[in-house]
T-cell receptor, first 114, second 114 residues
């Protein structure tokens, strides 16, 4: 979905390196999310932000940090990457005025940690 | 606590036959239920959702889903499968409290053979 973009799309890095994944959206949504996808495990929530001054941990936040630089930007950092953080990472957005919180996803970032 | 289960890792259907992808859920309040589809190398795309009202919900690409409160199920269906329906399908649930987050199932891979 071109309304939600993620950079980079692919990244290979080494254990111990600091990595930042970036997400931008033009949908005007106030809520943003970071998920990771692993085979057989579905999507697991890492962090979420309901507005610029609101940051919340998800179910698997250890080893990750986030920054909400603006309503449209939400970045995910791995301070010291480890191999079990190899996964597909998705950013998503939603709007708080909607009753159901339907989410709109970016194309994903495939991260490999060697 | 919220949870969602997709009991089948893979569903195989012949083109032209009806398909069903199963989903059951558990929430403490009233459920909001979603189906998303993921095509190769793409992010998740919203298919349909149930908030309230008619138990049969119609969505994109000819898909529909039936909410069954007594069985706590929200199975995805399509009367006549297409090869292009082959993808990974995720069921998701949240309850109706404002602070609730969406929980995704582990996904079901749908394979439609010509």
């Amino acid at each position: 979905d071109a309304d939600v973009t993620q950079t980079p799309r692919n990244r290979i890095t080494k254990t111990g390196k600091r990595i930042m994944l970036e997400c931008s959206q033009t949908k005007g949504h106030d809520r943003m999310y970071w998920y990771r996808q692993d085979p057989g495990l579905g999507l697991r929530l890492i962090y979420y932000s309901f507005d610029v001054k609101d940051i919340n941990k998800g179910e698997i936040s250890d080893g990750y940090s986030v920054s909400r630089q603006a309503q449209a930007k939400f970045s995910l950092s791995l301070e010291s990457a480890i191999p079990n953080q190899t996964a597909l990472y998705f950013c998503a957005t939603s709007v708080s005025t909607g009753r159901s919180d339907t989410q709109y996803f970016g194309p994903g970032t495939r991260l490999t940690v060697l | 606590a919220q949870s969602v289960a997709q009991p089948e890792d893979q569903v195989n259907v012949a083109e032209g036959n009806p398909l069903t992808v199963k989903c059951t859920y558990s929430v403490s309040g009233n459920p909001y239920l979603f189906w998303y589809v993921q095509y190769p190398n793409r992010g998740l795309q919203f298919l349909l959702k149930y908030i309230t009202g008619d138990n049969l919900v119609k969505g994109s690409y000819g898909f529909e889903a039936e909410f069954n409160k007594s069985q706590t199920s929200f199975h995805l269906k399509k009367p006549s499968a297409l090869v292009s329906d082959s993808a990974l399908y995720f069921c998701a649930v949240r309850d109706d409290s404002s602070a609730s987050k969406i929980i995704f199932g582990s996904g079901t891979r749908l394979s439609i053979r010509p």
